[in-house]
């Protein structure tokens, strides 16, 4: 069954189903039960996710469109739409920045950040070592705010980024068939995980 469809059969809740058509509608998303396409004539396939997720109060839904590069390992985020519902939104500008700075920032995660160590503690002590998402890796994002004026205000800082986690993961599994069960998606974790499958 379609991703989108699976969950507006399953969700009652009318907050979370205003946010997973809002995130929908944004990035017209059509019905699909195919995976993997390849585009171009190189070994780069293409998939498409949705997720829903909050942080501590609000509703969140995003959609993803990625690329993998299923011989160096590579994945990219290519749009990211997010949606966000934070209740009566007093100045909706203000949180469509707040969900572009998440988006921007669930990519990096999900592709780039990560802490590591050694036996004497943290060795991810600069921008070398610790890498994040860099210009050219950025993807394309849209805001969407779902506006509730009949209800209070609620928080909007991080409650689009579980969502676009979830969306970024299924878009994987969307173009290789491929679950990741480790984050970030380095090119090496892509590779291994595509070989054992």
Known sequence: IDPYEFRRLNIADERWRGVLDAAAKAANWTPKQTRATTTGSGPVVTGRGIGLGTHLQSWGAAVADIEVHLDTGQAVAKHLYGAIDAGLVVNPAIVESQIRGQLVQTA??????????????VT??????????????????????????????????????????????????????????????????????????
Do not use: K
């Open 108 to 121: 990096s995660r999900m592709f780039h950040e990560e802490v590591t160590f050694d036996a004497t503690g």
């Open 124 to 197: 991810s002590v600069d921008w070398s070592t610790y890498p994040i998402l860099r210009f050219e890796e950025c993807p394309e994002v849209t805001a969407i705010v779902v506006q509730r004026i009949d209800e209070r205000s609620m928080g909007a800082g991080e409650e689009v980024m579980a969502a676009a986690a979830a969306a970024i993961a299924n878009a994987f599994f969307d173009a290789t068939g491929v679950r990741m069960e480790q984050f970030p998606m380095t090119r090496a974790r892509v590779l291994a995980a595509i070989r054992r499958a």
